[in-house]
């Protein structure tokens, strides 16, 4: 497994307060088109706001009916468990479950295991059990949606900290896992700081754009905006002080 990489404070916090509709317009720009995670949905609302923090993954193969028993999860190494004590304070669990909605890939306990060992959150594009109860926690959990049966019926925990798949988007270890209402994007490590401290520019003239919008402003010249548009934010955001 690769070491855990820090994400900066000043990072985090932009990321945190800027829409994931903004990232992925920043890293289209950037020439990324897959960053956003399909059928994967926000399944609780914290009171911090997005989920921010860097992946640390954990890849399933199809299970196999004389590895899959029950007796698997005796073992403290079983990479499902190993996984949820291995999550470094303020990193996102991302699970690969390769789309596959039959079955659960966790549930309440080890959710709650997550949140007591300081994890920024939990991704995931299978769905989750107990999905009622953890719906209710204070703890950023993405996934898709609610299914009863356990993982282990189709589902072989393999590799813990590896590249993987997620919701159809590639998830390197160390990338950064944002979540909003709308769902989640994934950020490629190097990129974060820059598109987060772009992202927050963006929506400041997006803003002021708003503003025009709602005073009866045509969109041609405003969104996107000319020279002149332009030159109208720069005095609002001094009058603003922003």
Not at 109 to 119: D, E, F
Request: with cysteine.
């Amino acid at each position: 497994m690769t070491s855990p990489t820090p994400l900066p404070d000043d990072t985090r916090e932009r990321l945190r307060h800027v829409s994931v509709a903004t990232l992925c317009t920043q890293l289209f720009k950037r020439g990324f088109r897959n960053v956003y995670l399909q059928q994967v949905r926000r399944l609780t609302t914290p009171s911090s706001g997005n989920l921010v923090g860097p992946a640390f993954t954990m890849r399933n193969i199809p299970a196999r009916e004389d590895i899959d028993q029950i007796g698997a999860f005796d073992d403290p190494n079983h990479p499902q468990r190993k996984g949820i004590e291995s999550v470094p304070p303020g990193h996102v669990l991302v699970i690969d479950c390769r789309g596959e909605t039959r079955v659960a890939s966790g549930g309440q306990i080890l959710t709650t295991r997550l949140k007591v060992r300081g994890a920024a959150g939990l991704v995931s594009d299978g769905p989750v059990r107990d999905s009622g109860p953890i719906s209710q926690m204070d703890f950023p959990v993405y996934c898709a949606g609610g299914s009863a049966p356990l993982n282990l019926i189709h589902h072989h925990a393999i590799d813990l900290n590896v590249p993987i798949g997620c919701g159809g988007v590639p998830v390197y270890p160390g990338d950064v896992m944002v979540g909003d209402d709308e769902g989640v994007v994934v950020i490629p490590q190097h990129l974060a700081d820059e598109v987060a401290r772009d992202a927050v520019e963006q929506e400041k003239m997006e803003a002021f754009i708003l503003e025009r919008i709602e005073g009866g402003a045509r969109l041609a010249g405003t969104y996107p905006p000319n020279a002149e548009t332009r030159a109208a934010f720069d005095g609002w955001r001094k009058e603003k002080g922003v």
